[in-house]
């Protein structure tokens, strides 16, 4: 250390040699690709040469290097912005392979809950159309729209009662056409 700090270039390549293995691994953890791993190293090495003389030796030398290493990185990272846009070209062949599968899939998956949906609300609507008009608007509005039955008694002018007795008669005729249905 006091040779590197006198200016000795060969005790300051035994001190990158002693503790690359810690900054390449702090570098890793901050950033993915290994050429921005070596330029954050050899940026963590040309800063600590440069600095030296500001070692106060109050801890120890690993752990200012390894502080040196994982400011650089930071300092990289902002510079590269928040967020870096990732392009297609960017990925290797496995992965662009992967997400294109993963993708097609999810967007398979989609389709068919939406036609899925389509389907059941044809369906509902047939089976609502079996029942009374009075009935398939009690529905829709209680079971449908989550209306409040007070706001359903205001809405048809009956009593609270008699829109909870018709929601209900009007459900057990809906699970009986459905059960027809099925057979």
């Known amino acids: 250390m006091r040779a590197a700090r006198a200016g000795d270039e060969s005790a300051f390549s035994e001190i990158v040699g002693r503790h690359s293995p810690r900054v390449f691994r702090t570098a890793s953890r901050f950033l993915r690709r290994r050429e921005q791993v070596e330029e954050a190293a050899q940026e963590t090495f040309l800063k600590a040469f440069t600095e030296l003389d500001a070692f106060e030796?109050?801890?120890?030398?690993?752990?200012?290097?390894?502080?040196?290493?994982?400011?650089?990185?930071?300092?990289?990272?902002?510079?590269?912005?928040?967020r870096p846009e990732l392009t297609l070209s960017d990925l290797t062949e496995d992965q662009a392979a992967w997400l294109e599968g993963r993708t097609a899939s999810a967007a398979a998956e989609r389709h068919e809950r939406e036609e899925r949906g389509r389907v059941a609300a044809d369906l509902a609507d047939r089976v609502l159309d079996?029942?009374?008009?009075?009935?398939?608007?009690?529905?829709?509005?209680?079971?449908?729209?989550?209306?409040?039955?007070?706001?359903?008694?205001?809405?048809?002018?009956?009593?609270?009662?008699?829109?909870?007795?018709?929601?209900?008669?009007?459900?057990?005729?809906?699970?009986?056409?459905?059960?027809?249905?099925?057979?």
């Open 130 to 183: 079996t029942l009374a008009p009075e009935d398939r608007m009690v529905l829709s509005m209680i079971d449908g729209e989550d209306a409040p039955v007070r706001e359903v008694a205001e809405a048809t002018g009956w009593t609270e009662s008699k829109v909870k007795v018709r929601a209900f008669r009007a459900r057990r005729r809906l699970r009986k056409a459905l059960e027809k249905l099925l057979g």
């Open 57 to 82: 030796e109050r801890g120890s030398f690993e752990g200012w290097l390894t502080r040196i290493a994982a400011n650089t990185c930071l300092n990289m990272l902002r510079a590269a912005g928040r």
